[in-house]
């Protein structure tokens, strides 16, 4: 049964694939075993051929495929998945687009997703650990949800560490991934937005540096006009 799913997914891959598209991504070092360059709206669309299933949803992540990935997120029912096999498939994810589908597809879904934010907030090993965990963040704060204070704690002192510790050395996607959620966080209401710019009055230095000036009016602009 799963196999023959398997294989009913895979020429339904082959009949949306798309050349211009895998060849691009490889071009731009994204390189997978397979990769079938089939444009996102396409992969939903496949997606809700599908039943949800775990078994399925295992069987397609373990595999070093794009689209499978990606259909593994949305085909993974939320409620047979914990914070603990989120954290395992992190460890497991190999380019930022597949960061971004889990967790806009699933990981921000998760009944204990508090536990998975500062799980990932706080590692510094994995690469994509801490950028999934502000992607999270972005999904929940979209959606107006609140959290417990320490993780809202532990969101605005990392936010600030990635973006103004300059020691640190984050990476850009991680930098990207916390601009995104603080404008969500910020987009709430006036106060938290002057929670998220009086971060920056902790780092003088940083706010001397033109990309912590462009980093701070990016985020007042965001604040003043687009709540």
């Not at 936010?159 to 966080?185: G, I, N, P, V, W």
């Not at 929670?195 to 462009?214: N, W």
């Amino acid at each position: 049964m799963l196999q023959n799913e398997l294989k009913e997914i895979r020429t339904q891959l082959r009949q949306a694939m798309n050349g211009v598209i895998s060849t691009s991504m490889r071009e731009k070092g994204i390189v997978y075993k397979l990769n079938f360059g089939v444009p996102l709206p396409e992969i939903k669309q496949i997606a809700t051929t599908h039943k949800p299933d775990s078994e399925l949803a295992a069987a397609l992540w373990k595999e070093d495929i794009r689209e499978f990935k990606i259909l593994a997120s949305f085909l993974q029912p939320v409620d047979e998945f914990s914070s603990q096999e989120a954290k395992q498939w992190v460890k497991e994810i190999p380019y930022l687009e597949i960061a971004e589908q889990c967790s806009h597809n699933l990981f921000y879904k998760l009944p204990d997703v508090e536990d998975l934010l500062l799980g990932l907030i706080f590692n510094v090993e994995d690469e994509y650990a801490r950028t999934v965990a502000y992607l999270v963040w972005a999904e929940l704060f979209k959606e107006g949800k609140d959290l417990i204070a320490p993780v809202r704690t532990a969101f605005v002192a990392e936010c600030m560490r990635t973006l103004a510790q300059t020691d640190f050395e984050a990476s850009f996607k991680e930098k990207q991934a916390a601009m995104k959620a603080m404008k969500f966080y910020g987009r709430q209401s006036a106060e938290r937005a002057q929670q998220m710019l009086g971060g920056f009055d902790d780092f003088p230095e940083f706010m001397q540096t033109p990309e912590g000036q462009e980093i701070y009016n990016d985020l007042k602009f965001e604040f003043e006009y687009c709540r």
